[in-house]
């Protein structure tokens, strides 16, 4: 056991030493002669086919491609806050019912972005023309042609040095003497802005007029293909969303050795998706200037050989297929809860159907843990992740129900919560593919996260992991129980905060958590003071984990480390206060927040009223296992620390109790007299002695 510990605790030291000395970043590419920047508003890949868009198709041949996440600030991008975004390097808006961007006012050869001085002064957008103000302090030569094209290379003040409305107004010696040719093709979207306003529809045009539509788009895009100089480095990428949906959309590359390769960066940590900051970033980079520190992007990169637009499409069909049952899926889950609350009520009060209610109980918690491991497998049909998960979640039950262990009131317990810590820490370990498109990670077309410990899963992992150990500690209770406790509980923080996890508010709540729990199988006693203190170590817990971040060069940096930089020139007030607004708006979710009430409501009820609520299911089951409880009051103070810090708000604390109630009432239900199956406990004489 102490050789465990010790191992356990090196992991633990490197993995903190690998987020705070990690080896810099590969060395920036010779810059490029020339960048072509093209971006085609709501272009994704189902739209590239030799038939409909053979100049686009044709480039993707060519080029390494990928998929682009164009969310900004709000679930929807349309092409003013697109180009906006790809001005400024980071996520912006321009507030109000969002269109087309502005047409520029020719001035000579160049032009002005109306209301663009608005955007800085009054919308709050200071970052816009980032973009623009570096070229020009650079001294680098640029052209825009569109609307769209000018906004993303406007100064601060909106001006653009020289514009063309459209690419058959564009000279040879404009493209020679220009670094950055800039394109905006908004033939494909413009029939998707009614008003000069995106519609509030999935999909405005029927195929045959988006077909058109793209065809226009293609032999638009086609024109500045076909008369740039030889050698110039082509971006390509669809900006926007087209409708009320978001979509992944396609993103290309073409330059010297990058045929037929995957594209992403590493500000999504996947080798096929990038965002749209990343624009930014990567042509400054082509160019050979430097990207001011605002910038959040990444440079592209281009990894594997064998990307095909095919895989690309499928990536967001897998993507809609998550988006479009994700609702349902919660509201069936609230269901359940509330339902099992209320029929465990009727049966322990007649002391009927126990057996049922214990295998419904042990179901219900392996439940979320399925929508992780049901990655492991392909899919993209509904058919196929429905199925999935079915099996994983009858396999899982059946484990936990018929192994020798079964016997055991804490075995069943004991499988469920630790498989779900397993996957959660394997998944963290194996850089978080299962996380990504699933029920209770984040989904790939949203853009919110793509890598580390999201908020549902920090509440599953801290869940899994207390109740694992309090299993442990059931067997070896006081000092040895209260240490596994700490050392895997940490164990599992340091996973969550350092660079693989890249969790802020869950340090904060699991430090708590762990410390009230391991206190409490000691027998001490927990008082508001000490409950104050925890969190605050929690805070210099996640500090340490985000100065180390930030330390790291910024091509490696997590959001945890650009926060610190965002503490340093202000603009964090402003990111903690959306987070807050955030997370209020989960405490009136329809779907989180009757799991809390059903679940608290049935806990409390049940201690303070056993008989009447449960046939003292609950008090049973802690007097069996003083770990037990002091597992439960770890999980709640991390929920409920959780729920106040993270902008999921009620999702953690609603799930932390999906897991850990059902499972508590199917120990007590293995523990009630006359339910047990007669086979002597070895461990029961432990449990005895530590109350």
Not at 199 to 206: H, I, Q
Not at 221 to 235: D, F, N, R
Not at 340 to 353: D, I, M, P, Q, T
Not at 480 to 499: K, P, R
Request: charged share 15%; with cysteine.
């Amino acid at each position: 056991m102490r050789r465990a510990l010790v191992i356990v605790t090196m992991l633990m030291g490197q993995l903190l030493l690998a987020g705070a000395f990690a080896p810099a970043g590969l060395a920036a590419p010779p810059p490029a002669a020339r960048v072509a920047l093209i971006g085609v508003p709501g272009l994704h890949w189902n739209d590239i086919t030799p038939q409909d868009t053979p100049n686009l198709f044709r480039l993707s041949q060519s080029s390494a491609i990928g998929s682009m996440s164009v969310r900004t600030v709000g679930s929807v991008t349309c092409p003013y806050d697109g180009w906006l975004t790809i001005s400024a390097g980071i996520r912006s808006a321009s507030g109000g019912s969002c269109g087309a961007p502005p047409v520029p006012e020719q001035r000579g050869a160049g032009a002005i972005v109306p209301g663009f001085r608005s955007l800085i002064d009054v919308g709050g957008q200071k970052n816009a023309g980032a973009l623009g103000e570096t070229l020009k302090k650079a001294g680098t030569s640029t052209i825009a042609i569109g609307p769209g094209a000018a906004l993303a290379l406007a100064d601060t003040t909106g001006a653009v040095p020289v514009y063309r409305s459209s690419p058959l107004q564009v000279k040879t010696a404009d493209l020679q003497s220009a670094r950055l040719v800039a394109m905006d093709v908004d033939d494909l979207i413009r029939p998707y802005l009614p008003g000069g306003r995106i519609a509030r529809v999935p999909d405005l045009l029927g195929a045959e007029d988006r077909r058109n539509a793209l065809h226009l788009a293609d032999a638009k895009a086609e024109a500045l293909l076909s008369i740039l100089p030889p050698g110039t480095t082509v971006m390509l990428a669809g900006v926007s969303d087209h409708g009320s949906v978001p979509h992944l959309r396609a993103a290309m590359l073409s330059e010297p050795g990058a045929q037929g390769r995957a594209l992403g960066a590493a500000s999504t940590r996947r080798d096929d998706i990038s965002i749209l900051p990343d624009l930014t970033t990567t042509v400054l980079t082509k160019l050979g200037v430097a990207v001011p520190a605002t910038i959040i992007g990444q440079l592209w990169e281009t990894g594997a050989t064998g990307a095909t637009p095919r895989h690309m499409a499928d990536a967001d069909e897998s993507a809609q297929t998550m988006r479009s049952v994700k609702g349902p899926y919660f509201t069936v889950l609230a269901v359940l809860q509330v339902l099992f609350y209320v029929l465990a009520f009727l049966l322990l009060r007649r002391r009927k159907g126990l057996s049922w209610v214990r295998l419904a109980a042990v179901a219900l918690a392996a439940l979320p843990v399925t929508s992780f491991l049901v990655n492991l497998l392909p899919w993209s049909s509904h058919v196929e992740l429905f199925g999935g998960m079915a099996a994983f979640w009858a396999a899982l039950t059946v484990l936990a129900l018929a192994g020798p262990w079964r016997r055991h009131p804490l075995g069943p317990l004991a499988v469920v919560a630790g498989v779900t810590a397993l996957t959660l820490a394997g998944d963290l370990l194996t850089g978080t593919t299962l996380q990504l498109n699933s029920f209770m990670g984040f989904s790939a077309e949203q853009g919110a996260r793509y890598y580390g410990l999201g908020n549902i899963p920090f509440a599953l992992l801290a869940t899994g992991t207390l109740l694992t150990t309090t299993v442990i500690a059931h067997r070896f209770p006081g000092k040895i129980g209260a240490a596994v406790v700490a050392v895997l509980g940490a164990f599992a923080m340091v996973l969550g905060g350092s660079g693989l996890g890249s969790d802020f508010g869950g340090v904060i709540a699991f430090v708590p958590g762990i410390a009230v729990t391991a206190l409490l199988i000691l027998g001490k006693r927990i008082s508001v003071l000490k409950l104050a203190l925890f969190c605050v170590a929690g805070g210099l817990a996640v500090t340490a984990f985000a100065v180390a971040n930030y330390l790291r060069p910024p091509s490696e940096q997590s959001h945890l480390g650009r926060f610190v930089g965002q503490v340093l020139n202000g603009e964090a007030v402003e990111v903690v206060w959306r987070k807050f607004e955030a997370m209020i708006s989960t405490l009136i979710n329809p779907n989180l927040v009757p799991i809390v009430l059903a679940a608290l409501g049935f806990l409390i009820y049940a201690i303070l009223r056993p008989e009447k609520a449960s046939a003292g299911v609950v008090p049973a089951a802690f007097t069996y296992s003083p770990a037990l409880k002091a597992g439960l009051i770890g999980t709640l103070v991390s929920g409920v620390v959780g729920m106040l810090v993270n902008d999921s708000g009620a999702a953690i604390l609603s799930m932390a109790l999906a897991m850990a109630i059902p499972l508590l009432l199917s120990v007590g239900i293995a523990v009630l007299p006359g339910t047990r199956e007669p086979v002597k406990d070895p461990d029961e004489h432990l449990a005895t002695s530590a109350t």
